[in-house]
């Protein structure tokens, strides 16, 4: 299907010279004399090698026909990432390489949405939030304000996180998973 290049998004999947291309970024330039052209930062799926492409805004560019479907998280082991769709229960093998410095995010029975093209997942997207426990904090300095002061703590995931002063170890919180930032204390 061709679509001007001016309409690519981040995530969009391209076909160039029948190699498949997730995109990056995509920006559109309309400098005040000359034409209007869309800068593109691609990554080859095949091999995850990054190009950058420059069109006019008005070119026609190939978007490949991706299906993007609901998938539950299974397990982890010497092949891949296994998920399971879960109305056919068919099970889908994604390799590391697709699932990237997300894997920490993973955890068993999670709900992620999966982009297929021709039955080889080629990108994943996470829940926006999910919850994590506190594993290590360092103690309040006496004579912080509670208002704008955040201290370091360590997540039983691995990850790094700033939380408010009132958060200790062993306390539940919900995070951001594109910015590791801290949303609020768990309600469970």
Request: net charge negative; charged share 25%; glycine share 6%.
């Amino acid at each position: 299907m061709k679509v001007i290049a001016s309409s690519l998004r981040k995530g969009n999947v391209v076909d160039i010279d029948g190699r498949l291309y997730v995109v990056l970024t995509a920006q559109n330039f309309h400098p005040g004399k000359g034409t209007p052209v869309t800068q593109v930062d691609l990554r080859r799926i095949s091999d995850g090698v990054k190009v950058s492409e420059r069109w006019r805004t008005t070119e026609q560019v190939e978007k490949a026909h991706v299906d993007e479907r609901s998938y539950d998280y299974l397990y982890e082991d010497g092949e891949g990432y296994h998920f399971m769709e879960p109305e056919t229960y068919e099970q889908l093998t994604v390799s590391p390489d697709v699932i990237g410095d997300q894997k920490v995010y993973l955890q068993e029975g999670m709900r992620v949405f999966l982009r297929t093209h021709e039955g080889v997942a080629i990108a994943i997207e996470l829940p926006q939030k999910i919850t994590v426990q506190i594993t290590e904090t360092e103690p309040v300095v006496k004579g912080q304000t509670a208002s704008s002061s955040y201290k370091p703590a360590i997540t039983d995931i691995g990850v790094r996180v700033m939380v408010p002063p009132h958060i200790d170890a062993g306390t539940r919180i919900v995070i951001n998973t594109e910015d590791n930032s801290y949303v609020e204390r768990s309600k469970d």
